[in-house]
């Protein structure tokens, strides 16, 4: 069982980016999903976190500016990120609860820069 992030790269301010991740392997459950990110210097944070009924809650700094969502079919959760600043410039990853185990993956780095 496993989470691959994809979906990160460099963008302009105010640029947009989708990220990706996708749980594969055995899985007979999934629960809460979400990003976290984690800056240089900076400990990791919650982005935002999507239950299995859909209900989302987002950090107050990406509030009106990111979108997650998630395909159950597709054991997948998306990170829809607009109007990024630098200050957004992290690695994000994606979090998820399989089978009742926690579960990282490993990362895809955003870089906000002109």
């Known amino acids: 069982v496993q989470l691959q992030a994809s979906g990160g790269g460099l963008v302009q301010p105010g640029g947009s980016l989708r990220l990706s991740c996708a749980a594969s392997?055995?899985?007979?459950?999934?629960?809460?999903m979400g990003w976290y990110r984690q800056a240089p210097g900076k400990q990791r944070e919650l982005v935002a976190r999507?239950?299995?009924?859909?209900?989302?809650n987002y950090a107050d700094s990406v509030k009106g500016r990111f979108t997650i969502s998630r395909d159950i079919a597709k054991n997948t959760v998306y990170l829809q990120v607009n109007i990024l600043q630098p200050e957004d410039t992290a690695v994000y990853y994606c979090?998820?609860?399989?089978?009742?185990?926690?579960?990282w993956g490993q990362g895809t780095l955003v870089t906000v820069s002109s």
């Open positions: 979090n998820a609860v399989l089978n009742r185990a926690n579960y």
């Open positions: 392997g055995s899985i007979f459950s999934i629960g809460d």
């Open positions: 999507i239950t299995g009924g859909g209900s989302a």
